[in-house]
């Protein structure tokens, strides 16, 4: 069973910075990643793409987010991260990591459980 477990959600103050971690794993079987990245769903509102990125492409920035964050990964690690620098309140909302990952000659989507950000003084 895959499995993305996300951390590093939390309290910050307006201009901080967070750094956020997925790791994906799938019961000791070996497991490719061609697709991945990092949504976030403020109260109210729709889930919104704020990093994607297939395997060996450049990485799509949702707007808003362009210039504070940075998404990377760890292959080896299997392991998503997403760097947040200047943080505003409206960053405020629970973060989800994606993969789509091939198991067994299936390729499927999968989502975190979420973390929250909240930003504020």
């Known amino acids: 069973q895959v499995q993305l477990v996300e951390s590093g959600g939390g309290l910050v103050q307006p201009g901080g910075s967070l750094r956020l971690s997925c790791a994906a794993s799938?019961?000791?079987?070996?497991?490719?990643?061609?697709?991945m990245g990092w949504y976030r769903q403020a109260p109210g509102k729709q889930r919104e793409l704020v990093a994607f990125t297939t395997s060996g492409d450049s990485t799509t920035y949702g707007d808003s987010v362009k210039g504070r964050f940075t998404f990377s990964r760890d292959n080896a690690k299997k392991t998503l991260y997403l760097q947040m620098n200047s943080l505003r309140p409206e960053d405020t909302a629970v973060y989800f990591c994606?993969?789509?990952?091939?198991?067994?000659?299936?390729?499927?989507?999968?989502w975190g459980q979420g973390t929250q950000v909240t930003v504020s003084s």
């Open positions: 994606y993969a789509r990952i091939g198991l067994s000659g299936l390729l499927r989507n999968y």
């Open positions: 799938a019961s000791g079987s070996i497991f490719s990643m061609n697709a």
